[in-house]
């Protein structure tokens, strides 16, 4: 399968719609435009700071959502409260459990649109895989999500949302006067669910601070990883304005195999995405690029490729992850054998750099790498479409 699509990244952008009421949902607004809401709501402006500290707290340290619940404020603030806000999440529509405890979510925002979220539980973690887009602009030919027609960029509520629902159905959320659990069932977020996370920067930023407030979710910056394709203008902000670790999507060694598998490659090849890397500002010993890499049966899995990869990687302090194809119904691809994909890993082990075979899983509920598509995909729309389905004017 050759993709033909164009690269773009012109997405409908919807902006923050106000639901029902005209209530301002709190999920997702920055401590500053939280600030600023509850000012433009009658917070008395020497008050400001003091009642964001407390509802920030509510929101995202308890995972309150019910402002009546809110028992250090007066009632007449909680009713002003209640009055101009909502503590909204995307809706779950379902949920399903694999044989090896991997959870997946289907979602729905607003629109109608869908987008999963999967949960992946291990010993010595549990890693939340999120989305950042309803489906993807990029097609690459290998990934189920790249075959969506559809697409939107998640606002930073819909991407925070994620996580407090995950935390919700988990039951993670703190209980007040009961000891502290050191252990967090949510200790890691990856970013490589649907979408491209750098085609939709600005809110996945924000709700990535979010999440990472010390006052709330307090998940540290180094167990947050996003995942790109090779947005090249986009990778430094990564670190400079998020602070979270960095993946790759690099998937081959050459240009020639790497425009078939990513096209985003034809735009910033191989030689440019790796000067990006190379002056990536957050890079260092501790905190390495993860080069993905998905293993091909006869695409990229030789051993020259991973000679060539090494070649590459010189002077990036870098792992390299080896992801095993998970195949979707009329993939146009076949997994690497276990033999390939362990020589390939040795070469690369060998020369001095971390290999990890990613263990598939979800696969029986289709949640695993690249699987993702929500199932009630509708047929394409214009923007023009899917805005008057989300009820907004559209000039
Ligand atoms: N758009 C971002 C993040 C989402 S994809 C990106 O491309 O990096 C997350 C990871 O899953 C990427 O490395 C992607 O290449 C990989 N992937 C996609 N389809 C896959 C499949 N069918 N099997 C295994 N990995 C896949
Ligand atoms: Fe988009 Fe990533 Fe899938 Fe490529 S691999 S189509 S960039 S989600």
């Known amino acids: 399968m050759t993709p033909t699509a164009p690269i773009t990244q012109d997405v409908l952008t919807l902006p923050r719609k106000l639901p029902e009421g005209g209530l301002t949902n709190i999920v997702g607004l920055t401590r500053d435009q939280l600030r600023a809401a509850l000012i433009a709501a009658g917070t008395p402006e020497k008050q400001a700071k003091m009642r964001l500290g407390q509802v920030w707290q509510w929101v995202y340290h308890w995972g309150v959502r019910d402002f009546a619940a809110m028992t250090n404020l007066a009632k007449d603030y909680r009713a002003l409260l209640a009055e101009h806000f909502t503590i909204e999440l995307p809706e ?33 973690r549990g890693t939340l895989c999120i989305s950042s887009q309803v489906g993807c602009t990029l097609t690459c030919s290998f990934c189920h999500t790249g075959t969506q027609k559809l697409v939107r960029n998640l606002t930073a509520g819909e991407i925070v949302g994620q996580v407090m629902l995950a935390r919700d159905d988990l039951g993670e959320w703190p209980v007040q006067g009961a000891p502290r659990d050191e252990g967090r069932l949510i200790s890691n977020i990856v970013l490589m669910g649907m979408g491209e996370p750098l085609y939709n920067f600005d809110n996945v930023r924000d709700a990535m601070k979010v999440v990472m407030d010390n006052e709330g979710i307090a998940l540290g910056r180094r167990r947050i990883t996003l995942s790109t394709s090779g947005v090249v203008p986009e990778i430094a902000r990564t670190a400079t304005e998020i602070g979270c670790l960095l993946a790759v999507s690099f998937h081959a060694t050459t240009d020639e195999v790497r ?112 699987q993702l598509k929500s199932a009630t995909e509708r047929e394409r729309k214009s923007a023009r479409a899917i805005a008057a389905d989300a009820g907004l004017a559209h000039g």
């Not at 999963?116 to 010595?124: A, G, M, N, Q, S």
């Not at 994909?341 to 060998?350: P, Q, R, S, V």
């Open 259 to 370: 425009d078939q598998l990513v096209p985003i490659n034809k735009r910033w090849n191989i030689a440019t995405l790796l000067d990006a890397l190379r002056d990536y500002p957050g890079l260092s010993n501790s905190e390495r690029i993860t080069f993905e890499y998905v293993m091909l049966d006869g695409v990229n899995d030789t051993k020259e490729d991973a000679y060539r990869l090494v070649e590459l990687l010189r002077g990036i302090p870098a792992k390299v992850n080896l992801i095993p194809f998970n195949e979707w119904p009329g993939a146009p691809y076949k997994r690497s054998s276990g033999n390939r994909i362990h020589a390939f890993a040795d070469i690369i082990y060998n020369a001095g750099y971390a290999s990890p075979i990613r263990t598939p899983r979800g696969e029986d509920i289709m949640a695993a790498c690249g």
């Open 92 to 124: 779950v529509v379902s949920k399903q459990v694999s044989t090896d405890g991997t959870r997946k979510y289907l979602v729905r925002i607003a629109g109608g649109h869908e987008v999963e979220v999967v949960y992946i539980p291990e010993t010595d």
